[in-house]
């Protein structure tokens, strides 16, 4: 009712938290699933970029999600196919931003992965190709072409 919003920081959090605990070691990380289901607004973060408390950090939110699906255990179909609302529509209520959305005269802030769709990002580790903000491209990388032989 009261309209809160939770935002979980899967990596810190399963680094930092409960790393003093004896064993068994608690996973340090909400209850994403749980607060999800409950109809409750779930997002995704990172708070720390190559810093003592995340030294791996790189500010990719790809990776943020596809460490979060493992520890907090959303490993359904459905769940992996709907995990970019972590970031994005869920993220985006979180800051309350109204104007969200791909929508004429919104802001034009986008990424493009080399992937046919978001399972396939997830799943291939695949590299953002083209970075927009306010419509324009800040920044590019090639597609890398690979081929799997067996």
Do not use: C
Not at 96 to 121: H, R, S
Not at 135 to 141: D, F, H, Q, S, Y
Request: charged letters at 15%; proline letters at 5%; a negative charge.
């Amino acid at each position: 009712m009261s309209g809160i919003n939770f935002v979980s920081n899967p990596l810190v959090n399963t680094h930092l938290q409960a790393r003093t605990d004896t064993y068994p070691k608690r996973r340090g990380v909400t209850r994403v699933p749980e607060l999800t289901e409950a109809g409750l607004n779930v997002s995704f973060g990172q708070d720390d970029i190559v810093d003592p408390w995340n030294p791996l950090g790189t500010g990719n939110l790809r990776d943020v999600v596809f460490n979060g699906l493992y520890v907090t255990q959303m490993m359904g179909h459905q769940q992996i196919l709907d995990s970019y609302r972590f970031i994005t529509h869920n993220a985006a209520r979180t800051l309350n931003l109204d104007d969200y959305g791909i929508t004429v005269g919104n802001q034009a802030n986008f990424v493009i992965f080399d992937a046919p769709n978001w399972y396939e990002a997830l799943s291939f580790n695949a590299p953002v190709v083209g970075s927009y903000r306010a419509g324009k491209l800040i920044a590019r990388t090639e597609p890398v072409d690979h081929d799997v032989l067996f």
